[in-house]
Nanobody, 124 residues
Framework: QVQLVDSGGGLVQAGGSLRLSCAAS????????MAWFRQAPGREREFVIG????????NYGDSVKGRFTISRDTAKNTVYLQMNSLQPEDPAVYYC?????????????????WGQGTQVTVSS
């Protein structure tokens, strides 16, 4: 059974940094794509960033380019979201997601597995 566990959220000042983690278990993920989505109150869930587990190819949402990066630790089956220069528009619940197949797709409907979410809050 595939399980994704998100962690690392919290309160940070504007301009600060946070690192989120997504620990994956239940199968081999070498042919999967992992992604982070976020959802703020009253808004739709949006794609943030993603990575193909096998070849490390990445894709970024326009709002986070140059500020957020994604990486993976294959030994730990963990994906990381490094968030720098956090802005007032970044607060949301951040969700890790996984889908079988290479290629980072932006639509949430193609992701089969989801973490429980972790809250990110940015103070001004």
């Amino acid at each position: 059974q595939v399980q994704l566990v998100d962690s690392g959220g919290g309160l940070v000042q504007a301009g600060g940094s946070l690192r989120l983690s997504c620990a994956a278990s239940g199968r081999t993920f070498s042919r999967d794509t992992m992604a982070w989505f976020r959802q703020a109150p009253g808004r739709e869930r949006e794609f943030v960033i993603g990575i193909s587990w096998g070849d490390g190819m990445t894709n970024y949402g326009d709002s986070v380019k140059g500020r957020f990066t994604i990486s993976r630790d294959t030994a730990k089956n963990t994906v990381y979201l490094q968030m720098n220069s956090l802005q007032p528009e970044d607060p949301a619940v951040y969700y890790c997601a996984a889908r079988r197949g290479m290629g980072v797709l932006l639509g949430q409907q193609v992701y089969e597995y989801w973490g429980q979410g972790t809250q990110v809050t940015v103070s001004s």
